[in-house]
């Protein structure tokens, strides 16, 4: 008793009145079960259950107060609908319906048995209403609908149902042969050669792209001012022409002493003391004095 929590011996208080008027009925042959859980809901708490010839009733006592009533199918408590209490009333009585068989799994009935002295009689749906000081009138005076051997029956499938809900679930038994499993082993390295492995993986990357760059640049190069001189070619306007174009190297050079080139022609005649001067629109529209055709027009020799 020292163990129980307050909540449950202030339940057993209140249900003491009526669990002492259904303890009387089993003179009458009823079986009567309090405080019981059902198995694989261990939420659902119920106050008493019993077995008698009028069929199985799960009696839920409440201490509550104020004017009781139940209008259009509603049951009302302190002028509130109590809609939720309906609702868990009716769980428990078809919770409690799968643990029976035959006929008597058809005849059970939920009750909301309230504390007072003057009678409660009603119905909501399938919840009866009633009160202590009629609960016991309203349960025997029933037509009887079971056999005694019937509720005999289902006051022992009750009960081992009852008993099953108390017991912890037994663990499953090791087969011989398996062996837990193991967890994989965490791997563990220093936090230094963590930092040494990260740091030559960067070092990797730096040099493979500092590699491609040292041996495509020229390629690179090229690329770029084959394509600025093909822009440079496109946009020059065809007004330009006659500015651009000479019909002889002593022309030519009056203007650009050492001669005119493309750039990559240019770039590729480095060796020689005069380097002609970058200019792909005059070499291009002058590119009839071009007699080797490399791309320079006009060059000095060596």
Request: proline share 7%; charged share 25%.
């Amino acid at each position: 008793m020292a163990g129980e929590s307050a909540g449950r011996l202030a339940r057993r208080h209140r249900e003491s009145t009526t669990g002492s008027i259904l303890d009387g009925l089993r003179s009458d042959g009823w079986a009567v079960f309090h405080d019981v859980r059902l198995p694989g809901r261990h939420r659902l708490h119920l106050d008493h259950v019993v077995i008698g010839p009028p069929g199985v009733f799960v009696v839920h006592s409440k201490n509550w107060s104020g004017r009781i009533e139940v209008r259009d199918n509603r049951f009302w408590c302190r002028g509130r609908r109590q809609d939720r209490v309906v609702g868990a009333a009716g769980e428990s009585a078809l919770a409690v319906s799968g643990l029976v068989s035959g006929p008597a799994a058809t005849t059970v009935r939920s009750a909301l048995c309230f504390e007072r002295v003057d009678p409660v009689v009603g119905w909501c749906y399938d919840v009866m209403l009633c009160s202590t000081s009629n609960l016991r009138e309203v349960l025997t005076r029933r037509p009887a609908v079971l056999t005694p051997d019937e509720v005999t029956l289902a006051s022992i499938e009750l009960d081992l149902g009852f008993r099953s809900a108390e017991q912890r679930p037994v663990r499953a038994p090791k087969l011989p042969g398996t062996r837990p499993r193991s967890p994989r082993p965490r791997r563990t390295e220093p936090r230094a050669s963590r930092w040494l492995r990260h740091a030559l993986i960067r070092l990797s990357i730096v040099l493979l792209v500092a590699i491609v760059l040292l041996t495509q640049a020229p390629r690179l190069a090229d690329f770029r001012d084959s394509v600025v001189d093909r822009i440079k070619d496109a946009v020059v306007p065809d007004s330009l022409t006659p500015d651009l174009a000479y019909d002889s190297c002593a022309a030519l050079r009056e203007i650009y002493p050492d001669g005119v080139g493309t750039g990559t022609a240019v770039r590729e005649a480095g060796l020689r003391r005069a380097l002609p001067a970058v200019q792909p629109e005059v070499a291009r529209f002058s590119a009839v004095l071009d007699k080797d055709g490399d791309g320079l027009v006009c060059e000095r020799s060596r």
